[in-house]
């Protein structure tokens, strides 16, 4: 069982650090290949979803935002709850961080700018995902299958 258990943490560690390295990875973009980047997925979510498609690219780019620390929030819950946390407080001031460090890097990236705004949509994105999957958690444990 505990053999068990060290995998589930060296799988939720390694992609937690690959979903950073992807995150950070996209600060690091200039802004002509950011902008390139979010206007393929903005003409590919066009194609698939037609008039539901997001108009516009920083609606796209806001949400993306969201989205991504939305799954980073998950992952530092899911991380967090392997090493025998329960509190959301190390997942959330984790998330933080994440945020603050990623829009620290658009400021050594060319033609990129940090925003304040952003690191709260990020935050946001955060505290949705780990919540998530603690009520996820919650009602599992609650689920009479689980007892």
Known sequence: MKQIENKHKLLAGALLVGWLAFIWGNSCL???????????????????????????EHILRKAAHFTEFAL????????????????????????LLAAMVDET????????????????????GVATGALLLYLIRRGQAKSPKHK
Request: neutral net charge; without cysteine.
């Open 30 to 56: 200039s802004g002509a290949e950011s902008g390139a980047v979010s206007g393929w997925a903005s003409r590919f979510l066009a194609e698939i979803l037609g008039t539901w498609a997001p108009q516009g």
């Open 105 to 124: 890097l658009q400021l050594f990236s060319p033609g990129r700018a940090s925003m304040v705004t952003d690191v709260w949509i990020d935050f946001a």
């Open 72 to 95: 980073l929030g998950g992952l530092f819950a899911w991380n967090a709850r392997l090493w025998g946390k329960q509190s959301l407080s190390l997942p959330l001031l984790g998330g």
